[in-house]
């Protein structure tokens, strides 16, 4: 199978440039009349959380009509997240288009009312037997034409405005919620927890005073299983091969998370590793971040028709299984986990994280998804969330639990958590997990909805109190889009990053975490070879 990947280097939709200024809420709407939209100032303005506007009054996502008559908290959004003019000026134009489109609706329903008065009326002549007037009809023929044309070329121009909004709707993140902190990068996030003591393993391990932990790469060599040349070899830069102790320690570091999230509730899932576009235009990696993903040559194969790429989180094929469907909200929350290879271009982070596991073009994930209903979310988004963090407490790996700004928040998400783990070598944490709650944004995106549960109405009647009550046939409630959550539980690389460095001894050898031995036939110590 061939598989083709961009070259572009642009950045992820967080990043942005140091010496770039960004405009403060009071300063934001001061456009030029040439740029600003009638529906930038025609309302009073909601409450302002962290230097932007509050969006509890607009808990959903966005379509062209709530964008439009929430412009400026759709501005101070964009603005928060740091986003660029060009996605400032998308939202404006969406606005303007959704402003053209009312005349336009009006013309056109005024037209096909015209033809269809033309048309009866021709009807009601032709049905007389006698003193039809043949140049009345004739007339009446010409105008319904006339009105039928101008109705089918104003629906054209409809059409097109919609698919132009729809383009630039595509382009725009997520709504932040309301507990995201205002920030540029990640060195705002917010600390929210902090477990487990970094001096405590290595005090268990016998670490001196003067013992320079090594990197994982080079814990690896030692063990014997490490081999980056023969993978850059046969593969290219940021791929890997691990062998013996190390591989073994990868899977059960893999079965272990699996079981571990089964234990929770998930049902395991083993999805496609190949998908369509549609599927990653409903998680939302396309079409933002093309150049970040694997593409299949067409040649190769499609996805029913679609153009195919390999698949760069679980999340997009666990979410996917529901697009299109209306669920019923007695079988919410849906949990899923699965265990896939991943595979990234990485084409924003040339440079960056170049040895080693931290950043490689394929890697395996334990990836965790649910589908709940709004009400639930939040409540859903912490239990996963705490899941992923109990599997860190658990291999006894100091762990800090971060609550991503404006400025880093993903592109989908409308709150994340980041769980990031001591890596003694460089004395920092690092990113092993991302949990994050995006609301209805994905499923707006795939068609997934719900059913709430019918709630039956009792009739009041005369009488006494309760008397001649009876309750009504409960009411079919109209389907509403679910909310998705998704996170790593955990990234099995980077949590074998965590382990080989945190429970290495000076000797050079590993000591194998209490919860990962029974997956390693007992094994306690992976030895140093000589």
Partial sequence: ??????????????????????????????????????????????????????????????????????????LSHLTARRSSPESLEAARQIARLHSDRIPLIQRRDEALQKRNECSASVGRLMSQSEGADAREIDDLKRLASEAGEEA???????????????????????????????GSDDGENQLVSKWGDVNALPAELGWSQDFVPLWHDDVAANLGGWHADAAVAMSGSRFVSLTGPVARMERAISSYFLDRAVEKGYVEVSPPLVVSRTALEGTSQLPKFEEDLFKIVPESHTCNGQDAFLIPTAEVPLTNMHANQILEEADLPISYVALTPCFR??????????????????????????ITTPQTSDEEHHKLTRHAEECLEEL????????????????????????????????????????????DFQARRMGLRYRPSAVEEEDGASGGAGAGKKKKKAKKAKPVFCHTINGSG???????????????????????????RPYMGGLEVLKKKS
């Fill in 345 to 370: 271009a990485e084409a924003g982070s040339y440079g960056r994280d170049t040895r080693g596991l931290i950043r490689t073009h394929q890697f395996y994930k334990v990836e965790l998804v649910k």
């Fill in 152 to 182: 089918s070329g104003v629906e054209a121009t409809l059409d097109e405005i919609e698919s132009n909004m729809n383009a630039l709707l595509a382009s725009l993140p997520n709504l932040l919620d309301d507990v995201v902190p205002d």
């Fill in 1 to 74: 199978m061939m598989f083709v990947v961009a070259t572009s280097r642009r950045a992820p939709c967080h990043a942005f440039t140091h010496s770039r200024t960004y405009p403060r809420l009071s300063t934001l709407f001061q456009s030029s009349s040439s740029s600003t939209s009638p529906s930038e100032t025609a309302a009073p303005l909601p409450a302002t959380v962290h230097d932007r506007l509050s969006r509890a009054s607009l808990p959903s996502s966005l379509d062209a009509r709530t964008l439009s008559e929430n412009l400026p908290l759709v």
């Fill in 396 to 439: 006894k790996i100091p762990y800090r639990k971060m609550r991503l700004c404006s400025g880093d928040v993903g592109f989908s998400a409308q709150h994340c958590y980041d769980l990031e783990a001591w890596l003694p070598s460089t004395g920092e944490y690092r990113e092993i997990s991302s949990c994050s709650n995006t609301g």
């Fill in 490 to 516: 955990l990234a099995v690389g980077r949590t074998l990053v965590a382990v080989l460095e945190n429970y290495q001894t000076m000797e050079g050898d590993v000591v194998v975490p209490e919860v990962l």
